[in-house]
């Protein structure tokens, strides 16, 4: 069954603390993105991947660190930096049109 | 630069009535263009997307949306609105990096 899985779907962690968000495809897709999604901001770029062992930033990449080790791997690390980490993040991958297929996506709250 | 706008925060429609969601962007050239929806706590869903030809594209869920190059315009439609059709509406440009509206919540009344 292809997709996109995204654990843990609930994360909490101490303000202070690094957390990883997980994120895996069995899409076979080279690109692959994260997106931060706040109440009436709609999404916004963090980091994207378009290729394994190589990432851009977007356009809020302050405080998150990312690495693409494996095609099917984009992990996401928030870390300490990142002032308001608290959000609901995405993971998605894209397709031969440049549409995007997304994952579930994992809620962080940070406290 | 690149700007997606959704000028209706939160639309209310009746079950049974038709619908039709508004979107402008600015962009160097014409993108590929989107729209997704989102149910609470949910990823985003594909509705339609559009490069090139006909300008009236189909969608899943019975949706279409219009490109109008001289509006810089994708609004999406549909013609008799069903309550599981509540959600967030998200129209999207770009290319090898997308640019997201802020979204249209769409309420269903019976």
């Known amino acids: 069954d292809g997709g996109i899985t995204q654990s843990p779907k609930y994360l909490f962690r101490k303000e202070g603390q690094n957390v990883t968000l997980s994120c895996e495809q069995n899409?076979?897709?080279?690109?692959m993105y994260w997106y931060r999604q706040d109440p009436g901001q709609g999404l916004r770029l963090i980091y994207y991947s378009q290729i394994v062992n190589d990432f851009q930033k977007g356009d809020i990449a302050e405080g998150y660190s990312v690495s693409r080790e494996k095609k099917e791997s984009f992990p996401l690390t928030v870390t300490s930096a990142q002032k308001n980490p608290t959000a609901f993040y995405l993971c998605a991958t894209q397709g031969a049109d440049f549409e995007q297929y997304f994952g579930p996506g994992t809620r962080l709250t940070v406290t | 630069a690149q700007s997606v706008t959704q000028p209706d925060i939160h639309i209310t429609v009746s079950e049974g009535a038709s619908l039709e969601l508004r979107c402008n962007y600015s962009y160097g050239a014409t993108p590929y263009l989107f729209w997704y929806v989102q149910s609470p706590g949910q990823g985003l869903q594909l509705l339609l997307k559009?490069?090139?030809?006909?300008?009236l594209v189909q969608g899943i869920k019975g949706f279409e949306a219009e490109f109008k190059r001289s509006q810089s315009s994708f609004n999406l439609r549909k013609p008799s609105v069903h309550w599981s059709d509540a959600a967030e509406y998200f129209c999207v440009v770009g290319y090898s990096t997308l640019t997201f509206g802020k979204g249209t919540m769409l309420l269903v009344s019976p």
């Open positions: 559009y490069f090139s030809g006909d300008t």
């Open positions: 899409l076979n897709h080279d690109a």
